[in-house]
């Protein structure tokens, strides 16, 4: 048996640990939570400053890939409503802090960021900084839709501060294009580019998957030339998370058949690397590709990297607030999802109330396992030299490292373990071992998509 056969098995990502579905829901209790989020803000608003998540869940078409939380509309009357929510909901989250918060990162994710328009996104900013700081240095980004970012999209968040920009690409192959319903030529890629680039963006990601639906190896292959003819500073390579029992009829489009399966799809990531790399990129983290004097490229090498429910970051906050629907937040020790339908969410804010509908407390024994996969994923390492770093739950995933160890994906040693070459494409398994959670209650159903 193959490493890929032996290792593609179910794995959480871990933007988080404990991962979602293991979160004890029963013992969250509001009141505590709101405790916790404003000791974590005293403790990090004057020293690191504090991040936000802005979840703006509407496009106009689905694109049948998707696994995020989205609402398909083309009623564009629905903007304003939902930017007053979103306003109201931030006013909760400062009088829980009692002081003028410092922002150093802001993220707009969707959804379709740019679905609002560039006027309405100005007044959703405008707002939340009328009541806040934001820092020197803060790192603020946003995702685009190539086939409605505009002009003035880029204009008015580039005024605001915005200097990242994150297009979905997924892939530039037509019979791809039009299975997964993303139709966007790369002539409109090209245009939406060379505008940031005259606005002044100065860091430019583009998001690609493997494994969609039809894809080969020239597919692949033609969509990177593509890719490498615009350049842009970073590449975001994902493998696609075919999760139709998670996400409904959208994932049904097609057929299981029509998928690349296991070695096929290895390959086509292979491929992308390669590429990739000759074309002077260097491989960050899990999925993630920089040019050399871009920002996350930086903060790999030096140790800096920092990892949370967003991705990958170059800035470490300990508390990342999360706005609008579905959105998660985390204040390092404690987490919380926001109600995912629009509506209700609506209905909660504008009643007053957080619209929490779940959320976990972490406990020791989580904080010591969650610096662990932290360390994991950002430095593909972590050690346990200090005694506050070890507890019986890492004793126990050290010992699990054991056998990965033998099939040449880890090097352990007293004190520490590092992954090895080999090992980068299983950093998902790796961190499993140390998951204390789902050991303890192994899923009986598929919760998480294929490791690789």
């Known amino acids: 048996m193959s490493l890929l056969q032996k290792y593609n098995v179910a794995a959480p990502r871990y933007t988080s640990y404990p991962t979602v579905p293991y979160w004890d829901e029963s013992s969250f209790d509001l009141e ?3 405790g ?4 974590s803000f005293l403790e990090s608003n004057n020293t690191d400053g504090i991040s936000l998540y802005l979840h703006l869940p509407f496009c106009e078409k689905l694109c049948t890939y998707c696994g995020c939380n989205k609402h398909i509309t083309v009623n564009h009357s629905v903007e304003e409503p939902y930017i007053a929510a ?3 909901e931030w006013q909760l989250y400062t009088a829980v ?4 918060p410092r922002i150093r990162e802001i993220h707009l994710g969707g959804g379709t960021p740019t679905f609002f ?3 309405h996104l100005g007044i959703l900013l405008d707002g939340i900084l009328a009541s806040a700081t934001l820092l020197p240095d803060a790192a603020l980004s946003f995702e685009g839709h190539p086939g409605n970012t505009t002009k003035a999209h880029l204009e008015v968040l580039y005024q605001l501060g915005f200097r990242r920009i994150s297009l979905g690409i997924q892939d530039f192959d037509p019979k791809v294009q039009e299975i997964i319903n993303r139709i966007q030529p790369f002539e409109t890629v090209a245009t939406v580019m060379e ?3 005259e606005t002044g963006f100065d860091s430019i990601n583009f998001d690609l998957i493997y494994g969609l639906p039809l894809q080969t190896q020239q597919s692949i292959e033609d969509t990177i030339q593509k890719v490498m003819e615009l350049r842009p500073d970073r590449i975001s390579f994902y493998s696609y998370a075919h999760v139709p029992w998670m996400k409904g009829n959208g994932q049904r489009k097609y057929d299981e058949s029509d998928l690349p399966k296991d070695e096929e799809k290895r390959k086509l990531y292979e491929t992308g690397k390669q590429h990739f790399e000759a074309a002077g990129y260097t491989e960050i983290g899990m999925d993630h590709f920089a040019l050399p004097g871009d920002e996350l490229y930086t903060a790999f090498h030096d140790g800096t990297l920092h990892r949370n429910f967003m991705g990958y970051t170059v800035l470490h906050t300990s508390l990342l607030v999360g706005l609008g629907a579905s959105s998660i937040g985390d204040n390092w020790y404690a987490y919380v999802q926001n109600e995912k339908h629009t509506a209700t969410y609506q209905e909660k804010v504008n009643r007053g109330e957080f619209p929490i509908v779940r959320g976990h407390i972490l406990s020791e024994e989580d904080l010591l396992i969650r610096g662990h996969i932290h360390d994991l994923m950002c430095n593909f390492e972590t050690r346990w030299h200090k005694p506050d770093t070890q507890c019986d739950a890492v004793i126990a995933g050290i010992d699990r490292l054991q056998e990965l160890e033998r099939d040449g994906l880890v090097n352990v040693m007293p004190d520490r ?4 070459t080999t090992g980068r494409t299983f950093i998902r398994n790796i961190c499993m071992a140390f998951d204390a959670r789902l050991w303890r209650k192994l899923p009986s159903s598929q919760l998480f998509s294929q490791a690789i």
């Not at 916790?36 to 000791?39: H, P």
């Not at 802090?97 to 003028?100: D, I, N, P, Q, V």
Request: aromatic share 8%.
């Open 32 to 34: 505590r939570w709101k």
């Open 36 to 39: 916790l989020l404003r000791k």
């Open 86 to 88: 979103m306003l109201k």
């Open 97 to 100: 802090f009692g002081e003028k």
């Open 117 to 119: 328009s560039a006027a």
């Open 195 to 197: 505008q940031a680039r």
């Open 417 to 420: 373990v590092q992954v090895t």
